[in-house]
């Protein structure tokens, strides 16, 4: 699976490219040699858009678990240190 972390700062830096072909996805995103600085072939990374829906739903139950722990918290009101 691809890892989107840093997708929206990449993208505004113009760094990563979102490609469609017919019904598939692919992230092209641009590398540097460490070293010289020159450009460097692009990396192409395939999106498998059912992989992503899967991992937002269990990121989505997370944070619903998350957000109720923090709620049965606050219920109990916070303790003075």
């Known amino acids: 699976m691809i890892d989107v972390k840093g997708y929206i700062e990449k993208k ?4 990563v490219t979102l490609i469609k072909a017919g019904n598939n996805y692919a992230v092209a995103s641009q590398k540097f040699d460490p070293d010289s600085g020159d450009r460097l072939p692009d990396e192409v990374i395939g999106v498998n858009m ?20 923090i709620s049965d918290c606050d219920a109990l009101g916070e303790e003075k240190i």
């Open 12 to 15: 505004e830096k113009n760094l």
């Open 50 to 69: 059912k992989e992503l829906l899967e991992r937002k739903q269990v990121l989505t139950d997370e944070l619903a678990d998350i957000d109720s722990f």
